[in-house]
């Protein structure tokens, strides 16, 4: 009698809007047994219809697992994760793999990986890109900074969450490319909120506007998902990409910037567009929300100059 073969054990760790139905993915479709920690157990209690085990703590899920995925909210809890007391470092071995899925400083993933190296493990930055829906559906993007061999192993487990997967180059080069992808996209809806905006004012319909820029050089995912469905029709859901996180991952791109010696005027109005948006009460909304600072600015200037407002 042939015995079935044994299943290799991989880890995850942040079960969130993104991370949830990554892992279900992974268990689903990734030939191999995963073992899930996160705070939250709702999650878990849902993952566990795929297969999904749970790790009473981050020593157990590394106790049994030799690559783990991380799908957390920022460089601060990828530090946190890491490098707290009870962190994966603090149970890394030679046989471990780390792979972060999150957007990242450049700075910290380098730190890490030399962090890790040390105890002879390796680590991955592997940052994702696109929206919920694409998490669902396993049709992320994906860009890797990893050694050759790293990314030799861990391809086909991203190949169950993406259709997309760039090797970008060594440790950090995948946080860099994701970085500046965020950057271009934010600028291109603060671009799309003005036009909005003006059209607007000046009495056209933004259907219109929205519509005949599909068909033309302006064209661009921005404007299809965040300027259609979003900005468009005022939806701006929480549970999506906050106002907050978007202005997170700007923050990165205007510091990686600052270390090579670039002052970057289009991401720092952006940047004062978002942080005028969580000042307005919409840091918990799907970020895109910006467009109503955009167009309440006419307002605002009237007021500043003794006029009345609209």
């Known amino acids: 009698m042939i015995s079935a073969p044994v299943l290799r054990r991989v880890g995850f760790v942040g079960l969130g809007v993104m991370g949830e139905p990554m892992c279900r993915n992974l268990a689903r479709k990734g030939n191999v047994r995963v073992t899930a920690f996160d705070r939250d157990a709702a999650p878990l209690q849902r993952l566990a219809m795929v297969g999904v085990e749970r790790a009473a703590s981050l020593a157990d899920l590394m106790s049994v697992c030799d690559t783990v995925f991380l799908a957390l909210p920022s460089g601060a809890h990828v530090e946190a994760v890491c490098g707290g007391e009870g962190g994966l470092l603090a149970h890394a071995q030679a046989r471990h793999t780390i792979v972060d899925l999150g957007t990242s400083p450049v700075d910290l993933t380098r730190d890490l990986a030399g962090r890790f190296a040390a105890k002879g493990a390796r680590y991955a930055d592997a940052p994702i890109a696109r929206t919920r829906q694409a998490a669902e559906d396993g049709t992320l993007s994906i ?74 050089s302006a064209d661009s995912f921005a404007l299809r998902n965040h300027g259609m469905k979003a900005m468009l029709v005022d939806t701006f859901p929480e549970r999506a990409f906050s106002t907050q996180y978007a202005r997170k991952d700007l923050g990165y791109a205007l510091d990686l910037a600052r270390s090579v010696g670039l002052t970057l005027a289009g991401a720092e109005t952006a940047d004062g567009l978002l942080a005028r948006a969580a000042e307005s009460g919409f840091g918990d909304l799907y970020w895109p929300v910006v467009a109503r600072v955009i167009a309440a600015q006419r307002d605002e200037v009237a007021d500043d100059n003794g006029g009345t407002s609209a």
């Open 143 to 216: 860009m890797v900074g990893a050694d050759e061999p790293t990314y030799e192993a861990i391809r086909p487990m991203l190949a169950t969450l993406a259709t997309d997967i760039t090797h970008c180059g060594p440790v950090g080069a995948g946080q860099i490319v994701k970085i500046l992808n965020n950057m271009v996209l934010v600028e291109t809806v603060v671009a799309l909120g003005e036009a909005l905006a003006t059209a607007r004012r000046a009495g056209l319909d933004g259907k219109v506007l929205f519509e005949t820029l599909t068909k033309g």
